[in-house]
């Protein structure tokens, strides 16, 4: 009889995850689960509201990747009026993207993840001076002496010694699954520290453009921060200044401390370029326009969809296809009014109660009936991958040549196939890849941004659409935003000034969502299957490929109860019974 395995809460990641395995004599998972645990409301909150506030109310879903829902929110009430953005606000929109995305994967990679493949406490038995021969070989960052790295390893010796390990509590400390020699460990230790204090500069750049960080100011038409080089509050030489120097340490720490330690750490763990993978499925709304005219020609993101890892036939999906894109609750806590086996695109999607979901605490899923708080999102009722990896494949399938010189340099550097990327180490490979990408690409948008400024074009924001009397009666829109996570997607309904529906289908709904109406597992459910596990009490293992995908649960699920009635109560623990 199989083992059912139960991980809940799955940590490290923004909300609740609880994920259900099936383990056979052998400790390999034949079968997996994903079950969002946690309930929340947006969609409902926003109906009847006024379009231009929707980003302030969409934004609080995650207040960890915090300007994405405000993109995608203003670029869905700018596509349903018809609304066109100047150029300097476009660039300013594309910086703040671009810092996004190099601040959330740098996060990612070290707080969230590496701690599944480093070993905090074998770093106390590390050289030092060993430790720092592999930086010098590696990379010329300069935090790189021997006696740096002591100082590092007694910090941790501090924390260890202490028997209260802060921020490294509950690790799978000493677990056979981890590879690395003691002094790759401590120098990947060090560098988590280090991120820890770099982020403070890496936000600049949205706190001068919106304001503050978390959750920055935006406005439909542009952005609200006004270029003029004569006014103390506006953008003037100084805050250029500051973009410039925020710029130049970001793409540091990515060139001499991300990337080196990637490919310093994945040597020790390449069986994971052949686990993980699951659906062979990928998406992409597109990101970076060069315009606002939502021309996806000169997205430097591609709309892309692969099949059956066909890299060689990509094409461009229809967001605005209600048959095609669609979302499903044969499994999900929801209802809607067509019955459980229909399939809802956004503009018409439902967001309704199914009371009789199950409270916990509860010993396992009923996975035959509904499991969880995520619909089901389907392009074509087929499972696809959202996420650094779908981008990575769409830009390469597309030609450009800076993914496609990066790929081949990790592959050769590890001397693995073209076939490993689809995988648990090809997801965490292309997150480090488009990161240096998207911060390269800072630079270019900077110096565009003061050519704009230099010819006189300072206008950041268009308010020809800005008043109600100028919309028409009934309006639709599209707002795409390629989230650190992946696809996102926000589709808005307008009916005479107001918002009559809102549906947001983010990175995390595709990839964590339950079975569909065919009983078709979602990405996170089908990369397990095939994994062993080394300790089943202690899945490390499922832990590596889960956080490759950097789990939004927040975001995934929107839905409140109007009368502020409670919902239930969560439980949290991890044990192993039996079906």
């Not at 990612?108 to 070993?119: I, K, P, R, S, T």
Request: net charge negative; charged share 20%.
């Amino acid at each position: 009889m199989a083992q059912r395995l139960v991980i809940d809460p799955i940590t490290r990641i923004e909300g609740h995850l609880r994920i259900e395995a099936s383990v056979d004599s052998s400790n390999t998972i034949t079968d997996a689960y994903s079950s969002g645990t946690m309930v929340r409301g947006i969609e409902i909150i926003l109906k009847g509201r006024d379009p231009r506030e929707a980003w302030a109310f969409a934004q609080r879903a995650c207040g960890v990747c915090t300007t994405v829902h405000s993109f995608a929110s203003i670029r869905s009430v700018e596509d349903a009026l018809g609304i066109q953005i100047p150029a300097a606000a476009n660039l300013i929109r594309n910086l703040m993207i671009a810092q996004q995305y190099a601040h959330d994967h740098v996060m990612h990679f070290y707080h969230l993840h590496a701690l599944d493949f480093v070993d905090v406490v074998a770093a106390l038995k590390a050289d030092p001076a060993q430790t720092s021969a592999i930086q010098q070989k590696i990379s010329p960052w300069p935090k790189a002496s021997t006696g740096y790295f002591s100082d590092i390893q007694k910090k941790v010796q501090a924390i260890v010694a202490s028997g209260q390990l802060s921020i490294f509590t509950n690790g799978y400390w000493g677990h056979p699954a981890y590879k690395l020699p003691p002094e790759v460990d401590l120098l990947a230790v060090a560098h988590y520290l280090e991120a820890l204090d770099w982020q403070k500069d890496v936000v600049k750049i949205h706190t001068i453009f919106g304001g503050k960080n978390p959750h920055p100011n935006f406005v439909v038409g542009g952005v609200p921060f006004p270029i003029d080089p004569n006014q103390e509050v506006a953008l003037n030489a100084y805050y250029l200044g500051v973009i410039s120097d925020s710029i130049d340490k970001i793409t540091q720490f990515v060139d001499q401390v991300y990337l080196p330690d990637l490919l310093a750490i994945a040597p020790y763990y390449l069986d994971y370029g052949s686990l993980g993978e699951g659906l062979g499925n990928f998406l992409t709304w597109g990101e970076f326009p060069a315009t606002d005219n939502h021309d996806t020609s000169k997205f430097l993101v591609p709309r892309a969809l692969i099949l059956n890892r066909d890299l060689n036939n990509v094409v461009e999906p229809d967001p605005t296809d209600m048959a095609s894109m669609q979302e499903f609750i044969t499994h999900s806590w929801y209802k809607y009014n067509g019955g459980d086996q229909v399939g809802l695109g956004p503009w018409n999607g439902e967001t309704n109660f199914n009371y009789t979901a199950p409270k916990p605490p509860y010993d396992f899923l009923q996975v035959d009936q509904k499991y969880s708080w995520l619909k089901a999102p389907r392009w074509k009722e087929t499972a696809v991958e959202v996420g650094p990896l779908a981008r990575v494949l769409a830009m390469y399938a597309h030609g450009n040549a800076q993914v496609q010189e990066l790929v081949k340099t990790v592959l050769t550097t590890l001397n693995i196939p073209i076939t490993a990327v689809f995988s648990t180490l090809g997801r965490t490979a292309a997150r480090a890849i488009e990161t240096k990408v998207f911060a390269d690409s800072m630079s270019g948008y900077f110096t565009d941004l003061i050519t704009e400024i230099k010819k006189g074009n300072t206008s950041t924001f268009n308010g020809d659409r800005w008043e109600p009397i100028t919309w028409p009666s009934s309006a639709r829109g599209f707002g795409y935003m390629e989230a650190p996570r992946g696809a996102l997607g926000h589709w808005i309904v307008i009916q005479n000034g107001k918002i009559d529906n809102y549906q947001m289908v983010v990175p995390t709904t595709w990839n964590a969502s339950p079975r569909d109406n065919n009983s078709k597992p979602g990405a996170y459910e089908a990369s397990l299957v095939g994994t062993k596990l080394a300790i089943p009490d202690q899945p490390l293992e499922v832990l590596r490929t889960i956080h490759s995908f950097d789990p939004c649960m927040a975001c995934a699920i929107h839905l409140v109860d109007a009368q502020g009635q409670d919902l239930g109560e969560a439980s949290f623990g991890l044990h192993v019974g039996v079906s």
